[in-house]
């Protein structure tokens, strides 16, 4: 069964540091361009971060200098490092994107979602 799977979330305080990830699996031959979203509470899901296969990366004005988009092929893994933490920050992040599955080609997928919380 492929999916994502996203974890280091949690709370942390104004300021402060996060690292996430998103963990693609199954019988899959890779991931190509993922992106980064985030809903807030009463908000719509807003766009954060791009990264192409190529490692070409797009930001959201709002967190650009503060979070940064990678990859690691080898472990068909996304992160978001995310630094000077806002309260405004608070969301849960979601990660999307193209995977090269093992038996239906190219398809994309929604992570489950991880909760980021900002608050001193």
């Known amino acids: 069964q492929v999916q994502l799977v996203e974890s280091g979330g949690g709370l942390v305080q104004p300021g402060g540091s996060l690292r996430l990830s998103c963990a693609a699996s199954?019988?899959?031959?890779?991931?190509?361009?993922m992106d980064w979203y985030r809903q807030a509470p009463g908000k719509g899901r807003e766009l954060v971060a791009t990264i192409t296969s190529g490692g070409t990366t797009n930001y959201a004005d709002s967190v650009k200098g503060r979070f940064t988009i990678s990859r690691d092929n080898a472990k068909n893994t996304v992160y978001l490092q995310m630094s000077s933490l806002k309260p405004e920050d608070t969301a849960v992040y979601y990660c999307y994107g193209a995977v090269a599955t093992a038996y239906s080609g190219t398809l994309f997928y929604w992570g489950q979602g991880t909760q980021v919380t900002v608050s001193s």
């Open positions: 199954g019988s899959i031959f890779g991931i190509n361009a």
